[in-house]
């Protein structure tokens, strides 16, 4: 039984295709991740899913009633709101406060209701996004990007978190993720996306497919290059600010 | 009592405090202060135009900021920034308003009146005018306060919960064009916005959720009102302006306030 089905969906920004021809089926407790490289539409593909945003071409279709967690990717709060996490979490309908301890149990947070929102540290925030996820008992949970911003530890832990919510509510996950390590281990099927579904299968079917290996290189190479120049451009930094103060 | 234009002042002054304070949360949060004031310039266009079918200034201000208020929500982010589309319209109504004014023979329109306008001048029917408006707002923005607030902290959470951040952003400005139409008269264009935002910037510094920021900036509205009628009185200041120096000064002191709070 498929939860949500999408057909020959495309969305253009003005004359700019993001996604075309994009064919999707995500199955009842499946765990499904998008990977691909920034711009690849990724994060358009689940706003369109939630209808945030309109096709321009094509449908998505949902299960009757079907719903839907959604854990958004970095969001900002203005400074200038000052919100509980308690009020946070009943917005817009207020949710009875059993359901509310039980959401936030499942999300690994606890003792946070009255801490203001701007204040929480980039896990609890997190956290508290999926806690607001997970309030209405979904049928599925969408995730875009959940751990930016997180450190390695963090980021395995709010993963780990995933997988054990995910057999306690038997709700399929729809993720995406650039850490394709952490990713694949813990995914049904990777859906490899760039515009369009370039790939999609079990993860190690996916990570040998030519057509992956032609946008993120082979995996370590991919992470090594990647690390290889981060550290190369703290050190120029670092640098510069020297000379400046000499 | 209603007799005493100090308290018919005070009385329109509180019903102003009451609609601006949760009014003014949302353009605190939304960063709409530059669209309050649009709508305040533009709604010089409708005093020109209820000047010339000498009809009641309400309806006219409420006719063009209504239209102004949808026209920049639709076309927004279509080609255009939110304040490039405001600076356009607004100022080209201001100065339409303006011009409109100078062929009417034998009216002449006191600009100052209009800017800071005359809260010593407001007589019963204005004050019905006011609370009327007031409890209208009031009871729009009760009506809408849930789906505003999730509209405002996040759009795609807001979509995620099945409101549409669109027609709440419609709501709200049709709802601030309803404030500046019913303010005009008696707070003026200019005294419009600084009563919006600085009562919801002075409670911002002092509550923790949302629902007390906006009775905090309804406090804050009305002391402010009070404190400045009364100095006004005394010193024989401009009436309007004292209220804002009034709560000009609550703003500063809830800063200092707020800082060895937190510290």
């Given at each position: 039984m498929s939860l949500i089905k999408i057909t020959n969906l495309g969305y253009d920004l003005g004359a700019k295709k993001i996604l075309h021809d994009i064919d999707l089926e995500i199955l009842e407790g499946e765990i499904v991740t998008i990977v691909g490289p920034n711009g690849s539409g990724k994060s358009t593909l689940l706003?369109?899913?939630?209808?945030?945003?309109?096709?321009?071409?094509?449908?998505?279709?949902k299960k009757l009633n079907l719903r839907i967690g959604y854990v958004p990717q970095s969001l900002h709060i203005d400074p200038t709101i000052p919100i509980t996490v308690r009020r946070f979490l009943n917005l817009p309908f207020r949710v009875p406060l059993d359901d509310l301890i039980e959401a936030t149990e499942y999300a690994g947070i606890n003792n946070l209701f009255d801490e203001q929102m701007?204040?929480?540290?980039?896990?609890?925030?997190?956290?508290?996004?999926?806690?607001?996820?997970?309030?209405?008992?979904?049928?599925?949970?969408?995730l875009d990007e959940p751990?930016?911003?997180?450190?390695?530890a963090g980021s395995a832990n709010f993963y780990q978190q995933i997988e054990l919510l995910r057999k306690s509510l038997n709700c399929s996950v729809l993720m995406v993720s650039h850490e394709l390590h952490v990713v694949m281990s813990a995914s049904d099927r990777v859906i490899c996306l760039n515009g369009h579904i370039c790939c999609q299968g079990k993860p190690e079917i996916v990570i040998s497919a030519p057509e992956y290996k032609e946008i993120f290189g082979s995996g370590t190479q991919g992470a090594l290059a990647i690390y290889r120049h981060e550290h190369n451009h703290t050190h120029g930094s670092d640098n510069l600010k020297e000379t400046d103060v000499g | 009592?209603?007799?005493?234009?100090?308290?018919?002042?005070?009385?329109?002054?509180?019903?102003?405090?009451?609609?601006?304070?949760?009014?003014?949360?949302?353009?605190?949060?939304?960063?709409?202060?530059?669209?309050?004031?649009?709508?305040?310039?533009?709604?010089?266009?409708?005093?020109?135009?209820?000047?010339?079918?000498?009809?009641?200034?309400?309806?006219?201000?409420?006719?063009?900021?209504?239209?102004?208020?949808?026209?920049?929500?639709?076309l927004s982010n279509r080609g255009?920034?939110?304040?490039?589309?405001?600076?356009?319209?607004?100022?080209?109504?201001?100065?339409?308003?303006?011009?409109?004014?100078?062929?009417?023979?034998?009216?002449?329109?006191?600009?100052?009146?209009?800017?800071?306008?005359?809260?010593?001048?407001?007589?019963?029917?204005?004050?019905?005018?006011?609370?009327?408006?007031?409890?209208?707002?009031?009871?729009l923005i009760f009506w809408r306060w849930s789906p505003l607030l999730i509209a405002t902290i996040n759009t795609d959470l807001a979509h995620a919960s099945g409101v549409k951040p669109k027609q709440e952003q419609l709501i709200l400005t049709i709802i601030?064009?309803?404030?500046?139409?019913?303010?005009?008269?008696?707070?003026?264009?200019?005294?419009?916005?600084?009563?919006?935002?600085?009562?919801?910037?002075?409670?911002?510094?002092?509550?923790?959720?949302?629902?007390?920021?906006?009775?905090g900036a309804i406090v804050v509205g009305s002391v402010s009102t009070l404190g400045g009628l009364q100095i006004s009185y005394s010193f024989d200041t401009p009436t309007g302006p004292t209220i804002v120096c009034f709560v000009a000064i609550l703003f500063i002191i809830s800063n200092i306030f707020g800082l060895t709070r937190r510290n």
């Open positions: 706003r369109l899913i939630i209808g945030a945003v309109m096709p321009t071409k094509g449908k998505v279709e701007i204040e929480l540290s980039g896990g609890q925030f997190q956290r508290v996004l999926l806690a607001r996820a997970l309030i209405n008992k979904p049928d599925i949970l969408l751990t930016q911003g997180l450190d390695q | 009592m209603l007799d005493s234009f100090l308290f018919r002042a005070a009385l329109a002054g509180i019903g102003i405090a009451i609609a601006a304070g949760p009014l003014g949360c949302f353009i605190v949060w939304r960063r709409m202060a530059y669209f309050g004031e649009a709508t305040a310039h533009a709604s010089v266009l409708g005093i020109a135009l209820s000047l010339a079918f000498s009809a009641p200034i309400f309806y006219g201000a409420l006719l063009v900021s209504l239209v102004m208020a949808i026209i920049v929500s639709t255009y920034a939110m304040d490039t589309l405001l600076g356009v319209i607004a100022h080209s109504a201001l100065a339409f308003g303006l011009v409109a004014v100078s062929f009417l023979s034998g009216v002449r329109i006191d600009v100052m009146a209009f800017l800071f306008g005359d809260i010593l001048a407001v007589n019963k029917q204005d004050l019905l005018l006011i609370w009327g408006g007031s409890l209208v707002v009031m009871a601030l064009a309803l404030f500046v139409a019913v303010a005009i008269k008696v707070i003026g264009i200019i005294l419009i916005v600084a009563m919006l935002v600085i009562p919801a910037a002075t409670a911002l510094k002092l509550t923790n959720t949302p629902e007390k920021m906006a009775i």
